[in-house]
C-alpha cells in the first residue's frame, strides 16, 4: 500500500518540479563557482602577462665585443677607459671628428673600465697583450637593440640620434653586438646605472633577514603557543592576553617599524640599515601570525591523544612534547611559512630603519646595511630610466618565484605530514 | 620522538644566541667602516652616483645613502658624533644658522661645507612654439591664486599671457608643473612665486602682515592656470608637444637631456645655460650643498678621500659624471678653492 502510494508521490507531477528545480539549483551553484575561479585565474593570468612581457627582455643584456690592447702604461695608470675608447674606434675608423668620437663613448656602460680591471687582476698575465673582450652596453643602447626605443620616430623625439644608431646596427650587423643572459642582474648589488644594477644584494638582505625573524619568532612563537593552549589557566589574565595577541595581528606593519625606530635603534643602538634591525622586527610582526595559527594547530589534535598519554603515565610535559606537538607541527609549519611570505614582501616597517636606501655592496653580515626584495623593486619602480622598467618586472618575477617556492614548501609539509583521524 | 624535544633546545638555544649576538653588536655599534649619507632628495642622485664611483675605485665600502628630504637629513646629522650618527647631510639650500646651533648643542661643533653646484629650474615649452621671454613677476602673475587689483586681492583674473603684459602671447595660461609633494614644486614656490612676487609692490601695500603676504604670494592658483602632473616628467613632455602654447616646470637635469625636445624660456633677460646659472645671474636657481662632518674623519674610513671624489674634476668638472646626471658645475676658480678647502677640511663659518 505505501509502496504504491508512495510510487504515486514520486512520480506527481510535483515531485519532478521540484526535483528539477534542485538540481538546477545545484547546477547553478556549480557554474556561479566555476564562473569565480576563472575569473579568478583571469586576473592572475592578466597580471603575470603583464609582468613577464615587460620583464623577460630584462633577462638578456647587449654586449660589444672590443680588441682591447692592454697597454702596460695605461693599465698602470688604470686608464681603461681610454684601452676601451681605442678598441672601439678601431671598429670605426671612419669616424674620427670629435663629435663622432665621443657619440661612440657613449655607447659604452660606465661601467665596462671596472669590469676589464676586474679582468686583469684576475690574470694579470694578459697586460701587454691584446685581448677579445665582451664588455656592456649603455642602458640606452641596451633598450634600443630590444626595441624599446621607436625607430620610425624623427631624430628630435629619439633619445639616440642618427649617428648613434647607424654605430649600432654597423656593428649588429658585424655581429660585435649580441644580447647574453645578463648574469649582472643576479650578481650585483644596487646601482644608479641600469646595465650595472643586480638585485643580489637584495636577495642576500632579505635572506639575512627572514633568517633572523625565523630564529627568533619560530621559538617564542610556538612556545608562547603551547603554553597558553595546553598549560595556562584559563582565567582573565590569559583572555586579556588572547585578545592582545589577536589585536596585534592586526595591527599595521609600519607601527612595528616605529618601536624598531624607538627601541632598537634608539634604546639599544643597534646600526641603522641593518638586517639584524629588520630581522627583529619582522620577528615582532610575525609573531602573533605564528602564535595564532601554532594554537589553531594544537587545538586540532584530537583531546583523546592527551588522556591517552596521561593515562598510561606521561606527565604533561611528555604528553605535549611527545605526542600533541609532532602531531601539531605540519599546521605549525604551514602557518610559519605563511608568516614568513609575508615578512618577505613587506617595506613598510624598513622605513622607519633605514632600510629604504641606496645600497651597493652585497651585504655579508647582520649589521651590514642592507636593503631587501621589495624595497629594491620600489626603488628600480621610481627610477626614470626605462631600462630600469623591465628590470622592475625583472625583480618582481624573481620575488614571486621566491613566494610560490615557500607557499609550495609549506603545502609540500603539509601534505607530508599531515595526519587524518 | 626525543628528536622533538632535542629540536626544541636547539630552537631556544639558537633564539638565545641570535638575542645576544644582537647585544653584542650593539656594543660593536661604536665603530662602523661604511660612510652614512642622509638628506635631500635632489642631492641624492649625485651623491649616489659619488658614492658608486667612489665604491669602485675599490679601497673603501661604498657608501649608504638614504633620501630623507633636507630639513630630515639635518636633523639626523646634527643629532650628535659617533658611528650612531651619519657622517654626511645631502642639502638643497645652505644650512640654517639654527641647524648649525642644534649641531653644537650635540657636539658637531666643526662642519666643513662642500658647494658641489647648482640646480637650475625652467619654465620649458615646445620647440614649435615661437620664443618667450618671462620675468618672475609675469610667472608670478600668472600662477598665483589672488593678485592685487584696484588695492584689493581678487580672484586672479588672468586668464591669457597677453593679459598680464601686450608683449607676451595670446595664449591660454597652462602652466604643467609637480605636486606638493615633489622638490621641485618646494624650489619653484620659493624662487619664482616668492621672488616674482616681491617685484608686485602692490602686494606689500595690499597686505602688511609678512606671514601672510608670504602664505599668499606662495599659494598656486586652482582654476586650470596650473595644472598638477605627476612625477612623470616624460608625460609632461608629450603634453607640451601636443600644447604648444603651455609650459611645464622641469629641473635642469630634464631639461639638459630634452633639449632636441624643449627650450626654457628667458627668464628676466637671462637664458638657461650651464654657465648663467653657475654666474649666478639666473633666477630660478639654487645652490646645492653636501656637510661632512669633521670629527668622523680619520674615524669612519674614506671621508677625505670620499670628499676628494666628490670635488675632483672628473666628478664636478665640466664634463664630470655629475654633469652628465644634469648637476650644474661651478666656475672653475671657485671649484679649485672649494676643492682646497674641502680637503683640508676647512671648518664652516656662517
Not at chain 1, 649617428?163 to 642582474?185: H, P, R, S
Not at chain 1, 595559527?293 to 587545538?299: D, Y
Not at chain 2, 620675468?135 to 600668472?142: E, F, H, S
Not at chain 2, 604648444?244 to 635642469?252: E, K, L, N
Request: include cysteine; proline fraction near 5%.
Amino acid at each position: 500500500m505505501t509502496v504504491t502510494a508512495s510510487k504515486s508521490h514520486y512520480q506527481s507531477e510535483e515531485f519532478a518540479r521540484r526535483l528539477r528545480g534542485r538540481y538546477a539549483a545545484e547546477r547553478n551553484f556549480k557554474i556561479a563557482g566555476i564562473a569565480a575561479l576563472a575569473l579568478a585565474s583571469l586576473m592572475l593570468v592578466v597580471l603575470l602577462t603583464s609582468i613577464v612581457s615587460k620583464g623577460y627582455t630584462a633577462f638578456q643584456q647587449a654586449q660589444v665585443r672590443l680588441e682591447v690592447t692592454l697597454d702596460k702604461a695605461q693599465v698602470e695608470e688604470r686608464n681603461y677607459t681610454a684601452i676601451l675608447r681605442q678598441a672601439l674606434y678601431a671598429q670605426f675608423p671612419q669616424i674620427t671628428d670629435r663629435t663622432g668620437k665621443r657619440t661612440l663613448n657613449e655607447l659604452l656602460s660606465s661601467g665596462a673600465p671596472y669590469e676589464l680591471e676586474a679582468l686583469v687582476k684576475q690574470n694579470p698575465a694578459i697586460v701587454g697583450t691584446t685581448q677579445t673582450v665582451w664588455v656592456r652596453v649603455d642602458d640606452e643602447v641596451d633598450q634600443f637593440v630590444k626595441g624599446n626605443f621607436s625607430r620610425s620616430a624623427p631624430e628630435s623625439e629619439r633619445r639616440l640620434n642618427d649617428a648613434k644608431i647607424a654605430a649600432i646596427d654597423a656593428m649588429v650587423a658585424k655581429g660585435t653586438l649580441v644580447q647574453a643572459f645578463n648574469t649582472t642582474l643576479f650578481s650585483a648589488g644596487d646601482s644608479r646605472e641600469a646595465e650595472q644594477a643586480g638585485i643580489w644584494g637584495a636577495i642576500v638582505g632579505s635572506m639575512l633577514t627572514l633568517t633572523v625573524t625565523m630564529l627568533l619568532s619560530v621559538p617564542i612563537g610556538v612556545a608562547a603557543a603551547v603554553y597558553l593552549e595546553e598549560f595556562a589557566p584559563k582565567n582573565k589574565w590569559t583572555d586579556l592576553i588572547e585578545v592582545n595577541i589577536n589585536n596585534l595581528a592586526a595591527v599595521p606593519s609600519i607601527i612595528f617599524g616605529l618601536l624598531g625606530l624607538a627601541v632598537f635603534l634608539g634604546f639599544f643602538g643597534l646600526p641603522r640599515s641593518a638586517p639584524l634591525v629588520g630581522g627583529l622586527v619582522m620577528a615582532l610582526m610575525t609573531l602573533p601570525v605564528i602564535i595564532i595559527s601554532a594554537r589553531v594547530a594544537l587545538k586540532s589534535v584530537p583531546p583523546s591523544i592527551r588522556e591517552a598519554a596521561l593515562g598510561i603515565g606521561a606527565s604533561p610535559l611528555q604528553t605535549v612534547t611527545h605526542h600533541v606537538l609532532p602531531l601539531a607541527m605540519p599546521g605549525i609549519l604551514t602557518g610559519t611559512i605563511i608568516g614568513m611570505a609575508r615578512a618577505l614582501g613587506e617595506t613598510a616597517p624598513l622605513l622607519m630603519i633605514g632600510m629604504v636606501a641606496f645600497i651597493v655592496d652585497i651585504p655579508h653580515g647582520l649589521t651590514d646595511s642592507a636593503t631587501v626584495l621589495p624595497v629594491q623593486i620600489y626603488m628600480w619602480a621610481d627610477s626614470p630610466e626605462r631600462a630600469f622598467t623591465e628590470r622592475t618586472s625583472a625583480a618582481i618575477m624573481i620575488l614571486l618565484g621566491f613566494l610560490i617556492l615557500m607557499n609550495g614548501l609549506a603545502v609540500f609539509l603539509r601534505k607530508k605530514f599531515e595526519r587524518r583521524w | 620522538m626525543n628528536t622533538s624535544k632535542h629540536l626544541m633546545t636547539a630552537a631556544a638555544a639558537v633564539a638565545l644566541s641570535v638575542a645576544v649576538l644582537g647585544a653584542t653588536t650593539g656594543a660593536q655599534a661604536q665603530s662602523r667602516d661604511q660612510i652614512r649619507a642622509v638628506g635631500s632628495s635632489t642631492v641624492f642622485p649625485f651623491t649616489t652616483a659619488v658614492a658608486e664611483a667612489f665604491g669602485k675605485g675599490g679601497k673603501f665600502k661604498t657608501p649608504v645613502i638614504e633620501s630623507t628630504g633636507t630639513g630630515g637629513g639635518l636633523k639626523l646629522f646634527c643629532a650628535g658624533v659617533g658611528p650612531a650618527h651619519p657622517d654626511i647631510a645631502n642639502a638643497s639650500r645652505r644650512i640654517k644658522k639654527s641647524e648649525v646651533e642644534q649641531c653644537a648643542a650635540n657636539g658637531v661643533t666643526q662642519i666643513t661645507e662642500l658647494k658641489i653646484g647648482f640646480d637650475g629650474i625652467a619654465l620649458a615649452y615646445s620647440k614649435k612654439a615661437p620664443d618667450v621671454a618671462l620675468t618672475t613677476a609675469v610667472i608670478w602673475k600668472a600662477l598665483a591664486k589672488e593678485v592685487p587689483v584696484n588695492g584689493k586681492m581678487v580672484a586672479n583674473p588672468y586668464k591669457k599671457w597677453s593679459d598680464i603684459d601686450a608683449k607676451l602671447p595670446n595664449e591660454e595660461i597652462e602652466v604643467i608643473g609637480p605636486p606638493p609633494t615633489s622638490g621641485t614644486r618646494d624650489t619653484f614656490n620659493e624662487l619664482a612665486m616668492l621672488e616674482g612676487c616681491k617685484k608686485v609692490p602692490e602686494v606689500k601695500a595690499v597686505i602688511a602682515d609678512e606671514k601672510a603676504r608670504e602664505k599668499a604670494c606662495m599659494t598656486i592658483r586652482e582654476d586650470g592656470g596650473y595644472v598638477e602632473a605627476g612625477e612623470n616628467d616624460n608625460l609632461i613632455v608629450q603634453k607640451l608637444n601636443a600644447n604648444p602654447g603651455a609650459f611645464g616646470v622641469f629641473g635642469y637635469s630634464y631639461i639638459d637631456q630634452n633639449r632636441d625636445k624643449l627650450k626654457a624660456a628667458k627668464m628676466d633677460g637671462v637664458e638657461l645655460t650651464a654657465g648663467n646659472v653657475a654666474a649666478g645671474k639666473y633666477e630660478l636657481s639654487r645652490p646645492l650643498f653636501v656637510y661632512v662632518k669633521n670629527a668622523h674623519a680619520g674615524v669612519i674610513p674614506g671621508i677625505r678621500e670620499f670628499i676628494a671624489e666628490y670635488t675632483a674634476e672628473r666628478a664636478v668638472g665640466d664634463d664630470g659624471y655629475l654633469t652628465d646626471k644634469g648637476l650644474i658645475p661651478e666656475p672653475k676658480e671657485a671649484r679649485e678653492a672649494a676643492r682646497t678647502s674641502a680637503i683640508n677640511l676647512t671648518p664652516l663659518q656662517l
